[in-house]
T-cell receptor, first 113, second 116 residues
Framework: LAKTTQPISMDSYEGQEVNITCSHN???????ITWYQQFPSQGPRFIIQ???TKVTNEVASLFIPADRKSSTLSLPRVSLSDTAVYYC??????????????FGKGTKLSVKP | DAGVIQSPRHEVTEMGQEVTLRCKPI?????LFWYRQTMMRGLELLIY????????DSGMPEDRFSAKMPNASFSTLKIQPSEPRDSAVYFC??????????????FGPGTRLTVT
């Protein structure tokens, strides 16, 4: 299983861009990189997923270098409501391997006014 | 869609008692997952099902834990007997690759279990 390493916590201010980097040195060829967000007292919520290069949606961007040994979640112009825990996960497609997702403890992002 | 439904939302029980947590996945989803979350260990996968069949239960901590999925719309996680160290938030999630091109799991609101 590909293990991921991400910072335990990060602080930011409203309006800033936040980049959270995740290391996954043992990522396998078939593995995708997925990020989830969790607010207090709620279950995690899917943010974005990618395989290589760059993926962008209405919430965030995901940058993946050519070697895929790391990835960076970019949140543009954060607000107080972006305060949450962000999880980086690596795993291949379902059909048995979806259960290999390891959430760990994530990165606790605190956005200040 | 109502999303993943879990019950109860909160459960307080005494050590030694049996606890049953319930989950209704999103209609049409063929994967169901049970997770446990604590401050010390984070979010851990306990077991997951595909088409009602348990695929991997290696995360189940011990024989006191059991999970069933009698049909596509219902699953239970049972702890018997319960112990204080089982206190945690238990999440149920469901997914369907056929209905989504992403690797997305939909989580329920969780059940906060306290064993005294």
């Amino acid at each position: 299983l590909a293990k991921t390493t991400q910072p335990i916590s990060m602080d930011s201010y409203e309006g800033q861009e936040v980049n959270i980097t995740c290391s996954h040195n043992n990522i396998a060829t078939n593995d995708y990189i997925t990020w989830y967000q969790q607010f207090p007292s709620q279950g995690p919520r899917f943010i974005i997923q990618g395989y290589k290069t760059k993926v962008t949606n209405e919430v965030a961007s995901l940058f993946i270098p050519a070697d895929r040994k790391s990835s960076t979640l970019s949140l543009p112009r954060v607000s107080l409501s972006d305060t949450a825990v962000y999880y980086c996960l690596v795993g291949d497609t379902p059909g048995g391997s979806q259960g290999n997702l390891i959430f760990g403890k994530g990165t606790k992002l605190s956005v200040k006014p | 869609d109502a999303g993943v439904i879990q019950s109860p939302r909160h459960e307080v029980t005494e050590m030694g008692q049996e606890v049953t947590l319930r989950c209704k996945p999103i209609s049409g989803h063929d994967y169901l997952f049970w997770y446990r979350q604590t401050m010390m260990r984070g979010l851990e996968l306990l077991i997951y099902f595909n088409n009602n069949v348990p695929i991997d239960d290696s995360g189940m901590p011990e024989d006191r834990f059991s999970a069933k999925m009698p049909n596509a719309s219902f699953s239970t996680l049972k702890i018997q007997p319960s112990e204080p160290r089982d206190s945690a938030v238990y999440f149920c999630a469901s997914s369907s690759l056929a209905r989504s091109s992403s690797y997305e799991q939909y989580f329920g609101p969780g059940t906060r279990l306290t064993v005294t």
